[in-house]
């Protein structure tokens, strides 16, 4: 494999409180993720003690209010962070994209005694979530979801099965959309579900194309009941929750499409400058430094992009459509530069003894995950020109 190190990327940062903690999460996955990322990824690891490592340097929680527990930073630091972390593991990055997603209801819209009582735990205390809302039977269409939660006193007794749930059977917390009344999106609420209740379960993780570290699986509710306690906002409420905690999760998955499109682009100019043909490094060919100029080119619009929308979010203004823009067009680019990386390794970039092929297997997911990039098109839409069948 080619020894050049591939330069940090020149971020932007508001405060040197954020360029200390870049520093921090650099020097962490550089010792304690990258090393080992290919053989785990191979092996179908899940990285525990990586994310124990992560709780423990308050990177689980970054932004999250101090007084639970969490780093109070803004979207526009924690992106980078996640972009930062995906670039040398997105096993690592998506897990905190999804565990982030997964405390958003409890942070957002829970009581002040349901925080106290469980945010500490969730963004410092070594735990971690997962996110259940898709079902086998309802992906895009998730207001079409089938699993109940009936009343029973005070508790709600959950029955069903999620599809698709990052960390599925490992996570210590699921966030869970269930239905408590009518058909479609007003018929839903939000719940939180300890990961060891009577009744849950979870089935053998698929098996994936990539990020094989990264345990996908189906979830099933069987009987499982939950205090009334755990309910998260109003009854009904859980699919706007839903909706929203998406918006914020959208730009998790577009700053790690662009991780995993830089960590491509350094492999590929790296590989470039050390490979000779005809006499010459093959980054003297000038059609091969387009295609470097053009990966280079659209990572850097996707991260301008991703951190507008934070930018907004910060601030306090709409930004649904702009982190659909981010999402399409960051996954998107990461699937084209994983492309384009594997092609300039030629052969090589077909083996595993390079990771372009990992990278490439991994940013397929990037345009599935958290909303299709087809949905993603729908919303932007929707912006623009109203919704369908006025």
């Known amino acids: 494999m080619p020894d050049r190190a591939p330069q940090p990327v020149d971020r932007q940062l508001p405060t040197d409180e954020a360029r200390d903690l870049i520093s921090l999460v650099r020097d962490i996955a550089q010792r304690e993720i990258a090393p080992s990322a290919a053989e785990e990824e191979d092996a179908g690891r899940f990285p525990r003690e990586v994310f124990t490592l992560l709780s423990d340097s308050g990177l689980l929680g970054l932004p999250y209010d101090a007084e639970y527990g969490g780093g109070e930073q803004p979207y526009e630091v924690y992106l980078q962070v996640l972009e930062e972390l995906a670039a040398a593991r997105l096993t690592v990055g998506l897990g905190v994209s999804v565990h982030?997603?997964?405390?958003?209801?409890?942070?957002?819209?829970?009581?002040?005694?349901?925080?106290?009582?469980?945010?500490?735990?969730?963004?410092?205390?070594?735990?971690?979530?997962?996110?259940?809302?898709?079902?086998?039977?309802?992906?895009?269409?998730?207001?079409?979801?089938?699993?109940?939660a009936v009343r029973d006193g005070d508790d709600w007794v959950l029955t069903g099965t999620k599809a698709w749930t990052t960390h599925g059977g490992i996570a210590d917390f699921y966030t869970v959309m269930a239905r408590t009344g009518e058909e479609g999106p007003r018929g839903i609420t939000a719940f939180l579900v300890p990961g060891d209740a009577e009744g849950l379960s979870a089935a053998v993780p698929e098996k994936k194309m990539g990020l094989k570290g990264s345990p996908t699986a189906q979830v099933h509710?069987?009987?499982?009941?939950?205090?009334?306690?755990?309910?998260?906002?109003?009854?009904?409420?859980?699919?706007?929750?839903?909706?929203?905690?998406?918006?914020?999760?959208?730009?998790?998955?577009?700053?790690?499409?662009?991780?995993?499109?830089?960590?491509?682009?350094?492999?590929?100019?790296?590989?470039?400058?050390?490979?000779?043909?005809?006499?010459?490094?093959?980054?003297?060919?000038q059609g091969l430094r387009f295609m470097l100029a053009d990966m280079a080119t659209q990572i850097e619009a996707g991260r301008a992009l991703y951190l507008t929308a934070a930018r907004l979010r910060d601030a306090g203004l709409p930004f649904a459509k702009q982190a659909a823009m981010a999402k399409l067009h960051?996954?998107?680019?990461?699937?084209?530069?994983?492309?384009?990386?594997?092609?300039?390794?030629?052969?090589?970039?077909?083996?595993?003894?390079?990771?372009?092929?990992?990278?490439?297997?991994?940013?397929?997911?990037?345009?599935?995950?958290?909303?299709?990039?087809?949905?993603?098109?729908?919303?932007?839409?929707?912006?623009?020109?109203?919704?369908?069948g006025r």
């Open 100 to 148: 982030t997603l997964a405390c958003y209801a409890l942070a957002a819209h829970g009581t002040k005694e349901q925080q106290i009582e469980h945010l500490p735990a969730m963004l410092g205390g070594g735990l971690l979530g997962a996110y259940c809302l898709s079902e086998p039977a309802s992906g895009s269409d998730a207001a079409s979801l089938r699993t109940k």
């Open 221 to 285: 509710l069987d009987g499982v009941r939950v205090p009334d306690a755990r309910r998260l906002g109003d009854e009904g409420q859980g699919f706007a929750i839903a909706l929203s905690a998406l918006d914020s999760g959208r730009l998790g998955i577009a700053a790690c499409a662009i991780g995993v499109a830089q960590a491509a682009l350094d492999e590929a100019v790296s590989y470039a400058a050390d490979r000779r043909q005809f006499g010459k490094p093959i980054a003297d060919f």
């Open 330 to 388: 960051c996954t998107d680019t990461a699937m084209r530069a994983t492309t384009d990386a594997v092609q300039i390794l030629g052969g090589y970039g077909y083996t595993a003894d390079f990771p372009a092929e990992r990278y490439m297997r991994e940013a397929k997911v990037l345009q599935i995950v958290e909303g299709t990039n087809q949905i993603q098109r729908m919303v932007i839409a929707r912006h623009l020109a109203g919704p369908e």
